[in-house]
Nanobody
Framework: QEQLVESGGGLAQAGGSLRLSCLAS???????MAWFRQAPGKEREFVAS????????VIADSVKGRFTISKSKAKDTAYLEIDSLNAEDTARYYC????????????????WGQGTQVTVSS
């Protein structure tokens, strides 16, 4: 059973926007949620994280100003809004959760989703 389920990826045009969703499960309820991405041949990269309440967020410097992380009213879904898409955003985007950690080290997150592919065409 998946603990985190991502959706919203796909093929998008450069300059456009996408919103990714990550649905938490009972096991990940109350945890910090984060987004990472990994492009072919590259290391997994931290993108953003958010507390369960949604009050605290962290955005990677590399995407600040274009990426926004938020929560649903029910708090069980984390969204990643990507604006001004460019080719460098092409990657598989993963949702992760941790009970205690909200930083950039992927190894500190206990649960992961299967990922959703984002492909940006020029």
């Amino acid at each position: 059973q998946e603990q985190l389920v991502e959706s919203g990826g796909g093929l998008a045009q450069a300059g456009g926007s996408l919103r990714l969703s990550c649905l938490a499960s009972a096991r990940t309820y109350g945890s910090y949620m984060a987004w990472f991405r990994q492009a072919p041949g590259k290391e997994r990269e931290f993108v953003a994280s958010i507390s369960w309440s949604g009050a605290n967020t962290v955005i990677a410097d590399s995407v600040k100003g274009r990426f926004t992380i938020s929560k649903s009213k029910a708090k069980d879904t984390a969204y990643l809004e990507i604006d001004s898409l460019n080719a460098e955003d092409t990657a598989r985007y993963y949702c992760a959760s941790s009970q205690t950690y909200s930083g950039q080290a992927w190894s500190m997150y206990s649960y992961w989703g299967q990922g959703t592919q984002v492909t940006v065409s020029s």
